[in-house]
């Protein structure tokens, strides 16, 4: 009770008829206030007493979530929930005492499909529980933008994918165009042709069809979609075993190895045939950075709702006029680079709603930095003070 009500109740015997009304009215002034606010809300507000009873709802309510209405107000409050999977889910929760932060459904509404996102947290009132609160929100919208998004993003790569094929192909094209060229010249002369220069030339084709193979498998990886099938799993004992299979390669390069993984990880959302071949390509990168051995540090840790990893190495660093190029298809300062490597782990992070950057200094290193959510699923109250009757 507020204390300005539990002060005039204590006046009470001793005020007068219209001291009694002008209190009576502004007690009614401030619940209208109340309600104007809980009604101009645009997620929905269900509120049920300890018995689950439902005690008020607000107008968002109306529009996002079909209720009973013959059953709305002072029954148990999943009888009156129409759609019987959020009425089987807001049930076991609250029979479970639980608390449980964006829970995702899909909603038919005629035409449309419409996506909610429900809430359930305890009603705590001076220490005690005294019900709970449901909040229900539309996040339609906020899903088809980033649906929306990740399409315009995958088109823009498909496009600059293309335009580096296109790059990449009119090297070998050439080279096989003046090879061909001295071949039939060399046959057209007639006088003695040494076979020996003859295959040099052969060679040189053969090796630049091999070229513009490899620029068209590469292509075709990168472009493929890929199927990536996200499960819960923990990130450090698949970056243990990644580890455990380089492990050798690094000992070999005089590499020094240093997992810091946090312990208490949350599980995360990873696809692990995609997420190790984004490790191991990461790896693979460190290993070429230090020809001279270095150290390559893995770490993990939580921040919020999100699972960091970062990968640190001591090697040779990215100059700061090529470090925006880096994940472009085909990019690559190695000899025997095909420059997909790094498109491809950019791929794979955001396949997996993650981000990557990178930082690097000529000369002292590179670290990569990647992000992923943690999903959002039921918490168990720990600070639970109330019973329930
Ligand atoms: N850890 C690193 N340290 C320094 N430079 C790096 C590092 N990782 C990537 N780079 C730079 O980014 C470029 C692109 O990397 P990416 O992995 O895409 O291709 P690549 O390693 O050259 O070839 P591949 O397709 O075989 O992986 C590299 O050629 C290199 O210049
Ligand atoms: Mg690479």
Wanted: proline share 3%; with cysteine.
């Amino acid at each position: 009770m507020s204390k300005f009500v539990q002060r005039a109740l204590e006046k009470l015997p001793k005020l007068d008829r219209d001291q009694i009304r002008s209190l009576l009215e502004d007690l009614a002034a401030e619940n209208e206030r109340l309600e104007v606010v809980l009604d101009s809300m645009n997620d929905g507000v269900l509120v049920t007493d300890t018995g689950h009873q439902l005690l008020l709802t607000n107008k968002a309510v109306e529009r996002l979530l079909p209720l009973n209405r013959s059953e709305s107000s002072g029954c148990l409050i999943w009888g009156a929930i129409e759609d019987e999977d959020i009425a089987e889910f807001v049930r076991a929760t609250l029979e479970r005492q639980e608390s449980v932060s964006d829970r995702e459904f899909t909603l038919n509404f005629g035409e449309t499909v419409r996506i909610l996102s429900i809430s359930i947290a305890p009603l705590v009132q001076a220490g005690w529980i005294a019900g709970n609160l449901l909040r229900v929100e539309d996040i339609s919208e906020k899903r088809a933008r980033e649906a929306r998004l990740r399409r315009a993003e995958s088109l823009a790569s498909l496009t600059t994918l293309a335009a580096g094929v296109a790059h990449e192909i009119k090297n070998p094209l050439g080279s096989i165009g003046i090879h061909l060229q001295l071949v039939n010249k060399a046959i057209e002369g007639r006088e003695h042709v040494e076979p020996d220069s003859i295959k040099d030339y052969l060679d040189v084709i053969g090796e630049e069809v091999e070229r513009l193979n490899r620029i068209v498998v590469d292509f075709l990886f990168a472009v493929r979609p890929m199927d990536v099938n996200p499960v819960d799993a923990g990130l450090n004992a698949l970056i243990e075993e990644m580890m455990d299979f380089v492990r050798y390669e690094l000992e070999q390069q005089g590499i020094t190895l240093n997992l810091e993984l946090d312990e208490t990880l949350p599980e995360v959302k990873i696809d692990e045939k995609y997420f190790k071949q984004a490790l191991l390509n990461l790896i693979k990168n460190a290993i070429a950075a230090m020809p001279e051995g270095g150290e390559l540090t893995v770490s993990t840790y939580r921040r919020g709702d999100e699972v960091i990893l970062r990968f640190s190495d001591t090697g040779v660093g990215i100059p700061d006029d090529v470090i925006d190029k880096i994940f472009e298809p085909y990019f690559t300062t190695r000899e025997s680079g095909s420059g997909i490597g790094l498109t491809l782990v950019y791929k794979i992070v955001r396949e997996h709603l993650g981000e990557i950057s990178v930082n690097s200094q000529e000369g002292k290193g590179t670290s990569f930095t990647i992000t992923l959510p943690v999903p959002q699923r039921e918490t168990h109250l720990i600070d639970w003070k109330g019973e329930r009757e």
